[in-house]
């Protein structure tokens, strides 16, 4: 395994700036998650990195070694797409071995079934080895797709949503398995999801992208505690964070134009009254939703919640973040 830099990545398609002047490091070892909403350029980085796609300005470098001309194959990655791509004519064992039978490896015959039992025992689908790709349904697909990079020993992972179409458990079940190999082999991930709950699990550290730049970098903790930003702090968190203009509570500093109040950070008890709009049992977790005057605010409650909808409740809130009219931090 590797570290990886961006070195002040800038791509353009025709008008569109994909990213702008992108500079990262990830550093041997890590579990990068890339955030961002559709087109924010997470697609991108990830084809940069792979060498599927030549940046306008700047350099890649994995271990510290420029990959200017260089293919995919002599970079030493390994891909996951979002859509599976597998061989149909070949069996789901000669699919994971495939990539270990490059004349560049030259694995040796053991060690190939060795890491091919194991990946498939991950992954759930030792099973289904001798079964056509074809015969396999979608999420089984997905899952040879994902081994087909596990077998390998890349300077680095690359991985564009690999769980997303897989069902609730399997993913959850997955989320786990891929953390643990990371840490168990000090794997190299690069990872871009939608997920934030993936992105809490599972990075060791999270970049945020906007319009193609990286507004943050840091750990999930970080970036959840002290985003840089509103739209840094609107990206990781269930429920979201609500966003409130300053002075609704009194006491904002001075330039503060909005207060935003993750659902842990209000307070019941004190303060503003509020009616109780809806109360979500969820299991692990009770919601509140709220309304003060015209604005909805969601806030967690204890489970065992005398509160019903029509309730009056006094809120406050503590630990608040505010921004400015641009949505900079304060
Ligand atoms: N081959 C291409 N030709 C033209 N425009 C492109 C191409 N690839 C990406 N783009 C544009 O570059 C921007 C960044 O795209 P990218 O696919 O990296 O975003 P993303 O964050 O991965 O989004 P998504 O979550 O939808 O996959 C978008 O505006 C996209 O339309």
Sequence with gaps: MADVTLANITKTYGDTTALADVSLTIPDGAFVVLLGPTGAGKTTTLRMVAGLD?????DILIHGRSMQGR????RDVAMVFQQYSLYPHLTVRENLEFPLKSPILRTPRDVITRK????AEVLQIAHKLDNKATALSGGEMQRVSIGRALVRDPAIYLMDEPLSS???????DLRIELKRIQSSMGATLLYVTHDQVEAMTMA????????????????PRQIYEHPVSL???????TPKINVLPADLFGGSPAG???????????????GLPASVQRVEHLGDQTRLHLKLGVHDILTLADPHTPLTSGDTVSIQPRDALYFDASGARL
């Design 54 to 58: 030549k940046p306008d300005r700047g």
């Design 71 to 74: 293919t995919p194959a002599q």
């Design 116 to 119: 091919v039992a194991e990946v």
């Design 166 to 172: 897989l069902d609730a458990k399997l993913r959850s």
């Design 204 to 219: 060791t550290h999270v970049g945020v992208l906007d319009h193609g730049r990286l507004v943050q970098f840091g750990t």
């Design 231 to 237: 739209y840094a702090a609107s990206r990781l968190g």
């Design 256 to 270: 503060a134009k909005s207060i935003g109040l993750r659902p842990e950070h209000i307070a019941l008890g004190q």
